[in-house]
């Protein structure tokens, strides 16, 4: 019986990606048949009486049928069938089911009413995808008034980053299946089954270990904006998450059920019930606390546990486990370092962050300290050991009585073991006293950073202040447990904390710094002019480089106390000598020195210079990474490397490793992404191909966005497609607002992360992916230059285009939304040039074009179709990892256009003489869409997903985003409303007499410390729109 439902079940949900939706509110679900069937075949089994739910705690009849009738959600636990689209399915309609049910109780019938309608008329809409209901559906959401508007926008909002915590609980049980083998492994990848299969294909496991042994993983979180939740939300959207996975794996009373239902109702309603809007810019502090809740949360506990997966895989291959000291994954951080563009970042604040990232380190510690002292609780050990914890103890009662020991740590508020521990407890002496030390390390910070100390004081032995400190006692710990024959007390919680101690250290994170070249040659300049010896911008490369190497190779200083400079040079020296501060007083905080907009060797030798002149360490400089991230840095980027390279005295510096980082998103915005992609491909080759000339070891950073606009895509695909031999065990890539708390924000979909990055770097490094061909190069090479040539001539060359930008998308109005602390610009009143890549995605993203990711293609392919060369691209896309991942992503990006959706924005927004040029624009995407299905030999947009089976391809992206598309579309409609109303108030046709109508509208406007409360409205609905579309698009830039 139970597989015959489940074979109805399937039959029921299942449906192509352009089948409308299922069931609509007012039908009666599905599930009630289920719950019907159950009923009847069951009786008063104790099945039923599992399913029975406390009338007391759960009265509405839907939901009741939603959750019993559920293959997934009804709390009888796990399943060991999955099916990743009727998860996701069956989340959707109970998370909206609840969501409705608040949204009616809060806010009363009338509303409710006018958002059951809304949702209805959009749900038609998409199963008809006709004009005249597109036309229903926009002239009811015009008939709202304006605080209706703003709280059904609210609404939608809400529903979509809903519907995206159902997606990340699919997401997670779909990992969590396959790797109990319920389903067949996709396109994701382990590091299990990357071993398997190398030695599946002749490489030897010894080799394998070794790969592993030396493979340097980093993982770098940036804080630019891209992500568009407040903490509080994702608070709220996470606790919904661990309830949505508690009821699909947990066998469940019926009360356990109800009061996890009741606690998912309270999260939902406290999600609804907050302002979803930032109403201050966030500062870049605040924005490195939010990196680090991951750590809190995830990321800390992931680690150790992913590493012990990880040596259980290289066991079963008869192979030792990784190494104590190796860290398999690090991470870096951005935030608070990258001072490019953003005045906010100032060495204050980066002094701030480090602090921040170290207190948070060692509460992490202490309390991780606290549980090895129950779990050690044996009192063999060795000689030594016990030796060490019996002149503890003599020392510490030589100065003070136990009482007093009692007193100090009851001040302190420990857990547990106040009093002085004896010597039949060697381990817990000698924890007990890294407790003390990590205590007096919290209070020291806390000093710091509320500015009563300068500076941590490295000299006193009461304070931890470099991992090794910490390793040593912890060590000491392991190797005595191991003497004595404990090594399986050891291999416990004792070896997780020193492979977290290993790898986080006492800073937790690496926070590297960057700069733009120019502001570093601006500070040089200052010093060389003040010294006589003229203005250094004005020099040609060899002069610069000349007298940079000079002056490295000598030892006078160069920078005179007297030097008077601007304040931008001012800061810019502020930046290295604190850096040599944190070098000093926060051993291993730092990371890289990453200089943006490099297109010189001088602009390496200068930063490597500037941190000697203000008080570095020569023998602990940071290390300096050039970004090259337009095209034409990229492709001169190996040329540079070779003149840097060249210099003996830099040759010597870096003793053979050397880290570049490229860029993905001013390479895509200068050139458009197909051109940027070549490019990249090329400069990786290239530059790998000089280091190896001259020795050197080269560490590639790949600065990828969220959006396939700047790089972003399935991160397995994305390694596995760069050019063979470049990336060698090492690894250095972004990890960017949103796609943080898609990796992090649970524990599956972190532990996966881990595992797919480990996996897929393994397997490139082992078994590369093929390289192309001449003729295939030769195909690339004039794809690229046609492409760029008509990207280049669109947006920067016709007059049309900035205004129909400016006008068509709302562009102009991001700078509103307060998702990060830096400026949307690099410069001010200037045009797209100067506008950040980020915004230039998100502005197409909201109006469902995405412009930037297609535009170009078209001639492109054309061209070489023309050429008769069809056939030598099916060839590429079936035989070339690279084309194949960089065309597959093509075709992602075209099923979330919607050219109709548009349309809509041209003809509401757009001077009419502008409409010619729009039209030329959508009739450039119809066939970019068409050509790239007569490569693919798709029949239609992501056709290849639908027809796979296995891991990521059960749920494809064509049906969630027809279940994301329901919600967006009313927003979409609203912003095109708002964004021509707020146009209006800015000339001046404002309506300041305007007051709102409904009570609950009144008490929630009333805390608006404005008399406009007209633009208010209009302003705030304009970003719920924008913030609930991004969420819909799951991509902001």
Not at 716 to 726: G, W
Not at 872 to 897: H, N, S
Request: aromatic share 8%; charged share 25%.
């Amino acid at each position: 019986l139970r597989r015959a439902l489940a074979r109805f079940s399937r039959r029921s949900f299942r449906r192509s990606p352009h089948e409308p939706p299922v069931t609509g509110l007012g039908r009666r679900p599905r599930h009630a048949l289920l719950v019907a069937t159950f009923q009847s075949a069951k009786g008063t089994s104790s099945f039923q009486e599992t399913c029975t739910m406390p009338k007391n705690l759960l009265n509405d009849e839907e939901l009741k049928q939603l959750v019993l009738g559920s293959e997934y959600l009804s709390g009888t636990g796990e399943r060991k069938e999955f099916d990743h689209h009727v998860v996701l399915k069956e989340s959707d309609d109970l998370l909206r089911t609840l969501f409705f049910s608040i949204v009616k109780e809060t806010t009363g019938t009338e509303f409710y009413d006018s958002l059951t309608r809304v949702y209805e008329l959009s749900e038609k809409f998409h199963d008809s995808q006709s004009d005249a209901d597109f036309a229903t559906l926009a002239e009811k959401l015009g008939s709202l008034d304006k605080e209706e508007t703003m709280m059904l926008a609210s609404a939608f909002s809400n529903i979509l980053n809903l519907h995206n915590v159902s997606e990340h609980v699919a997401s997670a049980m779909e990992e969590r299946h396959a790797r109990l083998d319920d389903i067949p492994r996709g396109p994701a990848k382990t590091t299990n089954g990357a071993i398997k299969g190398l030695i599946a294909r002749g490489t030897s496991p010894s080799a394998i270990y070794e790969a592993l042994c030396e493979q340097e993983v980093d993982l770098v979180l940036t804080a630019h904006p891209t992500q568009a939740l407040r903490r509080s939300m994702l608070k709220n959207f996470g606790r919904i998450r661990g309830y949505l996975l508690d009821l699909q794996r947990s066998r469940l009373s019926g009360y356990e059920r109800a009061e996890l239902l009741g606690g998912m109702t309270s999260a939902i309603q406290a999600a609804w019930r907050t302002d979803e809007i930032r109403r201050n810019p966030p500062k870049p502090q605040d924005e490195m606390r939010a990196g680090l809740s991951y750590f809190n949360d995830t990321i800390f506990e992931g680690y150790p546990r992913f590493c012990k997966r990880i040596d259980t895989a290289l066991q079963n291959q008869g192979l030792p486990r990784i190494p104590l000291d190796h860290s398999i994954m690090r991470f870096s951080s951005w935030m608070g370092g990258d001072r490019d563009g953003n005045p906010n970042v100032t060495a204050e604040c980066t002094r701030d962050v480090v602090y921040l990232a170290r207190v948070t380190a060692v509460n992490l510690y202490f309390t991780e300290i606290q549980k090895l002292i129950f779990s050690l609780s044996m009192w063999r050990c060795s000689k030594t050991f016990g030796d060490r914890a019996r002149g503890i103890l003599e020392e510490a009662g030589a100065h003070r009585a136990d009482s007093d020991v009692y007193e100090m740590r009851k001040r302190r508020n420990y857990s547990d073991f106040w009093r002085s521990i004896p010597i039949e407890e060697p381990y817990r002496v000698i924890l007990a006293e890294v407790r003390d030390k990590l205590y007096n390390t919290r209070e020291m910070l806390q000093e710091v950073i509320s500015g009563n100390r300068h500076a941590l004081d490295t000299d006193d032995d009461s304070v931890i202040v470099s991992k090794e400190q910490l390793l040593e006692p912890l060590m000491a710990c392991y190797d005595s447990l191991k003497e004595v024959g404990d090594l399986a007390v050891a291999d416990g919680f004792l070896l997780d904390l020193i492979r977290q101690v290993h790898n986080f250290g006492m800073g937790l994170v690496k926070l590297d710094i960057r700069q733009e070249s120019d502001r570093h040659a601006d500070a040089v300049d200052a010093i060389t002019q003040h010294i006589g010896l003229g203005s250094y911008n004005e020099w040609d490369e060899s002069k610069k480089t000349a007298f940079l190497v000079g002056e490295l190779e000598g030892k006078r200083p160069l920078i005179a106390n007297d030097l008077v400079c601007s304040p931008e040079v001012q800061e810019v020296l502020d930046t290295f000598r604190m850096v040599a501060h944190l070098q000093k007083s926060c051993p291993g905080s730092l990371g890289t020195y990453v200089i943006s907009m490099a297109t010189c060797a001088s602009d390496v030798l200068a930063v490597v210079l500037l941190q000697r002149e203000c008080g570095g360490d020569p023998n602990d400089l940071l290390r300096v990474a050039p970004l090259f991230e337009r095209l034409d840095d990229l492709r001169d980027g190996p040329a540079q490397l070779k003149r840097l390279f060249s210099v003996p005295w830099y040759h010597r510096h870096i003793e053979g490793k050397q880290e570049v980082m490229i860029g993905y998103s001013d390479s895509g915005k200068d050139a458009g992404r197909l051109a940027a992609a070549w490019a990249l491909y090329e400069g990786q080759e290239m530059a790998t191909h000089v280091g190896n000339e001259f020795g050197v070891k080269l560490t590639l950073f790949h600065g990828r966005g969220g959006t396939v606009g700047r790089g972003g895509g399935p991160s397995h695909l994305a390694i596995m497609s760069q050019p063979p031999a470049t990336i060698n065990g090492r690894l250095r890539v972004t990890v960017q607002g949103e796609v943080i708390e898609q990796n992090f924000g649970e524990h599956e979909n972190c532990f996966h992360t881990l595992d797919l990055y480990t996996a897929a770097t393994l397997e490139h490094t082992l078994k590369p992916p093929d390289g192309p061909v001449d003729e295939w190069r030769d195909v690339m090479a004039t794809m690229e230059k046609t492409s760029c040539a008509r990207y280049r001539e669109v947006v920067f060359q016709t007059p049309e285009f900035n205004p129909y930008f400016i006008q068509a998308t709302p562009g102009q109005e991001l700078g509103s939304l307060n998702i990060g602390s830096r400026p949307s610009k690099r410069k001010s009143n200037a045009g797209v040039g100067a506008l950040r890549a980020i915004p230039w995605i998100f502005a197409w993203t909201q109006s469902r074009f995405h412009l930037p990711v297609w535009l170009g293609m078209f001639e492109a392919f054309q061209e070489m179709k023309a050429l008769g060369k069809m056939d030598t691209l099916r060839a590429m896309y079936a035989k070339w990892p690279f084309f194949k991942v960089t065309m597959d992503l093509i075709e992602m990006v075209l099923a979330k256009a919607d050219p109709a959706v548009a349309a809509y924005y041209e003809k509401e927004l757009v001077d009419p003489s502008l409409f010619e040029f729009g039209a030329r624009l959508r009739a450039s995407l119809a066939h970019t869409t068409a050509i790239v299905l007569e490569i693919t030999a798709h029949s239609d947009l992501l056709t290849p997903q639908i027809e796979s089976g296995g891991q990521g391809t059960y749920s494809t992206l064509a049906d969630k985003l027809a279940m994301r598309s329901l919600y967006i579309t009313p927003l979409n409609i609203v912003q095109v409303e708002n964004l021509k109303l707020l146009r209006e108030i800015e000339l001046g046709n404002a309506k300041p007499d305007w007051v709102p109508q409904k009570e609950w509208a009144k008490e929630m406007l009333a805390r608006y410390q404005t008399n406009d409360l007209y633009h208010a409205v209009v302003s705030d609905t304009l970003i719920i729109t924008m913030k609930g579309i991004a969420a819909g698009m799951q991509n902001t830039g």
